[in-house]
C-alpha cells in the first residue's frame, strides 16, 4: 500500500487549517464585544469626556502662571538668601572684630587686674585655721 505524500501533507494540514479559522472566528467575536464594550463606555461618558477635553486650555493657562510665579517667588527668595548670606558674612566679621579689638584686651585687663589684686590684697581664710 502506497499513500503519497501530498495526501498525507492534505490530512494534517486541512483539520489544521479548520481549527485555526474556528480560532480565529473566536478572537474576532471576542475582539467584537471588546470593541462594543468600549462604545457604549465612550457613549455614557461623552459629556463628561468633552467637559474635560474644553477645559484642559484653562488647566494649562493655570499651570502655568503658577510656573511662572513660582520662578519669580523662587528669584525673590535667592536673592533675600543671598542678602541673609551676606548680612551673616558681615556679622561674624564684626564678631570676630568685636573679639579681638575689645574683649581680648578686657580679658587681658581682667586678668592683669586679678595678677595685681593676688598681689596686694592678702584673702584671709576662714574656718578653723587662720
Known amino acids: 500500500?502506497?499513500?503519497?505524500?501530498?495526501?498525507?501533507?492534505?490530512?494534517?494540514?486541512?483539520?489544521?487549517?479548520?481549527?485555526?479559522?474556528?480560532?480565529?472566528?473566536?478572537?474576532?467575536?471576542?475582539?467584537?464585544?471588546?470593541?462594543?464594550?468600549?462604545k457604549d463606555m465612550l457613549?455614557?461618558?461623552?459629556?463628561?469626556?468633552?467637559?474635560s477635553l474644553d477645559s484642559m486650555p484653562k488647566i494649562l493657562k493655570n499651570v502655568d502662571e503658577i510656573t511662572y510665579k513660582a520662578n519669580e517667588e523662587m528669584k525673590h527668595f535667592q536673592g533675600a538668601a543671598k542678602n541673609i548670606e551676606e548680612t551673616v558674612g558681615y556679622a561674624a566679621a564684626t564678631a570676630q572684630i568685636l573679639s579681638r579689638d575689645i574683649l581680648e584686651p578686657i580679658g587681658d585687663v581682667l586678668s592683669l587686674l586679678g595678677v595685681l589684686k593676688g598681689i596686694f590684697i592678702k584673702e584671709k581664710k576662714k574656718g578653723l585655721f587662720k
Open 43 to 51: 457613549a455614557k461618558n461623552e459629556k463628561n469626556i468633552n467637559e
Open 1 to 38: 500500500m502506497y499513500i503519497d505524500i501530498w495526501v498525507l501533507v492534505a490530512i494534517i494540514l486541512i483539520p489544521l487549517a479548520l481549527i485555526g479559522f474556528g480560532i480565529t472566528i473566536v478572537i474576532l467575536l471576542k475582539l467584537n464585544d471588546i470593541i462594543k464594550q468600549i
